[in-house]
T-cell receptor, first 115, second 111 residues
Framework: DAMVIQNPRYQVTQFGKPVTLSCSQTLNHNVMYWYQQKSSQAPKLLFHYYDKDFNNEADTPDNFQSRRPNTSFCFLDIRSPGLGDAAMYLC??????????????FGPGTRLTVT | AQSVTQPDIHITVSEGASLELRCNYSYGATPYLFWYVQSPGQGLQLLLK??????LVQGIKGFEAEFKRSQSSFNLRKPSVHWSDAAEYFC?????????FGSGTKLNVKP
């Protein structure tokens, strides 16, 4: 089945130690998203790639970076994690274009703990 | 500004009872509207979507939603709730390549 895969599912990092979260997709979608979700809150969009074009949300901290080396993969880098960055990180994909649907497909998420 | 409002933070229903979760959106043009469900520790799963056409939309797991332009609403319904429906439900509005999520409604199901 075509899907969105996130690795790892659980990640523990130390305060200030860089961490990278991974997302891959077999849907061949042209848009990939990273969301941060804290407990009992809605997902908050951090940034998205439309093909190779990177789109950062205005309130996303500089501590968060992303890379998309090809259509299938997208990475979230947290340069110096703080305790407030502990959250679930969700990757999603979408195909955007004329005559196609706009729903987003989500991966299972990576739960990040900062110690 | 575009926004999505889910007025109910928590709802508890008995198993077998009917369910309606409310969603209101702002911004005038015909919206792309979605309902997602999230089980604890999981990603979001699409239940149904509305783009245009028939205002009553059928989804997976026996859910349906009705788009009412006059009320700016897109409420989710299910005639008979199962214990496995306990989860958090998010309404979302799409605008090209961005989504605006409501704050979510957490559904508890009583035996």
């Amino acid at each position: 089945d075509a899907m969105v895969i996130q690795n790892p599912r659980y990640q523990v990092t130390q305060f200030g130690k860089p961490v990278t979260l991974s997302c891959s997709q077999t849907l061949n979608h042209n848009v990939m998203y990273w969301y941060q979700q804290k407990s009992s809150q809605a997902p908050k969009l951090l940034f998205h790639y439309y093909d190779k074009d990177f789109n950062n949300e205005a309130d996303t901290p500089d501590n968060f970076q992303s890379r998309r080396p090809n259509t299938s993969f997208c990475f979230l880098d947290i340069r110096s994690p703080g305790l407030g960055d502990a959250a679930m990180y969700l990757c999603a994909t979408s195909r955007v274009g004329t005559g196609v649907s706009y729903e987003q497909y989500f991966g299972p998420g990576t739960r990040l703990t900062v110690t | 500004a575009q926004s999505v409002t889910q007025p109910d933070i928590h709802i508890t229903v008995s198993e077998g009872a009917s369910l309606e979760l409310r969603c209101n959106y702002s911004y005038g043009a015909t919206p792309y509207l979605f309902w997602y469900v999230q089980s604890p520790g999981q990603g979001l799963q699409l239940l149904l979507k509305y783009f245009s056409g028939d205002t009553l939309v059928q989804g997976i797991k026996g859910f349906e939603a009705e788009f009412k332009r006059s009320q700016s609403s897109f409420n989710l319904r299910k005639p008979s709730v199962h214990w496995s429906d306990a989860a958090e439900y998010f309404c979302a509005r799409g605008n090209f390549n961005k989504f605006y999520f409501g704050s979510g409604t957490k559904l508890n199901v009583k035996p």
